[in-house]
């Protein structure tokens, strides 16, 4: 059964950095996409962060700078460094990857709190 498992989030002050991890597990297909998302109270879920083979990152204009989105192939395991924290990037973070099966799955979400 293929999961997919965030962790890292949690409270931290303005200025402070975090850093997610997001594990594949159950399945050894490459990939399509694999993304950051998040998603604050009130609002639509937003991709930060996307990785796409072969290698091209894309990130949203507000994290620009300030968040970095990398993989670790040999772990299955994607990381979002996020620094320059701000009270607006509190919110769930998810992450999904998209396999080349064309099957996509998304984590349970990691709480990130910025306190200002």
């Known amino acids: 059964q293929v999961q997919v498992v965030e962790s890292g989030g949690g409270l931290v002050q303005a200025g402070g950095s975090l850093r997610l991890s997001c594990t594949l597990s159950?399945?050894?297909?490459?990939?399509?996409?694999i993304g950051w998302y998040r998603q604050a109270p009130g609002k639509q879920r937003d991709v930060v962060a996307a990785f796409t083979d072969p290698g091209i990152t894309n990130y949203d204009d507000s994290v620009k700078g300030r968040f970095f989105i990398s993989l670790d192939n040999t772990k299955n395991t994607v990381y979002l460094q996020m620094n320059s924290l701000n009270p607006e990037d509190t919110a769930i973070y998810y992450c999904?990857?998209?396999?080349?099966?064309?099957?996509?799955?998304w984590g349970q979400g990691t709480q990130v709190t910025v306190s200002s």
């Open positions: 999904n990857w998209v396999l080349v099966d064309g099957y996509d799955y």
């Open positions: 159950g399945s050894s297909l490459g990939f399509y996409t």
